[in-house]
């Protein structure tokens, strides 16, 4: 008999302290400043098939641990829906305009701008470029950085 109002009293602190506002309650953290995840660029660079020491991504997943590999499949998806969401403004333009963006910087404003597309920051020091020539959006790595994201 004496469990339940126990367990009922632990269950109601729990609850309670759930409903506090920890922002009152903590001191301001400056961690939340690094990492990745949920920040928002709009740089974009424009892609130049001759550079050396760059490799497009194939936003494959490389997974080996599975304790780490629900986080290994951040950047692959981060990659795949920014791709995918700037293919339909590209895509969208083009068929009211008639013609894809002449260059970068009509894609920058036209597209990305006027949309106000926001696309996650990459892991691995991936860098979003629009490809002028293809008319697409690719996720570019120095070498490097490539080979870190396989490991």
């Not at 860098?127 to 002028?132: G, I, S």
């Amino acid at each position: 008999m004496l469990r339940t109002p126990l367990i009922v009293c632990c269950l109601g602190l729990f609850v309670c302290a759930g409903c506090l506002d920890s922002s009152k309650t903590q001191p301001a953290n400056n961690a939340n400043d690094k990492g990745i995840f949920g920040k928002k660029t709009q740089e974009i660079g424009e892609f130049d098939k001759d550079k050396a020491n760059q490799v497009r991504s194939d936003q494959s997943i490389h997974a080996s641990d599975p304790v780490t590999a629900p986080l290994s499949v951040y950047g692959p998806a981060m990659e795949r829906i920014s791709l995918i969401q700037v293919t339909q403004a590209v895509d969208l333009f083009n068929a009211s305009e008639g013609r894809y963006p002449k260059d970068h910087e009509e894609f920058m404003e036209r597209i990305i701008k006027e949309n106000n597309i926001k696309l996650p920051v990459l892991p691995y020091k991936g860098k979003y470029m629009y490809d002028v020539e293809h008319h697409e959006l690719v996720v570019v790595r120095t070498i490097e950085d490539a080979d870190k994201a396989r490991e």
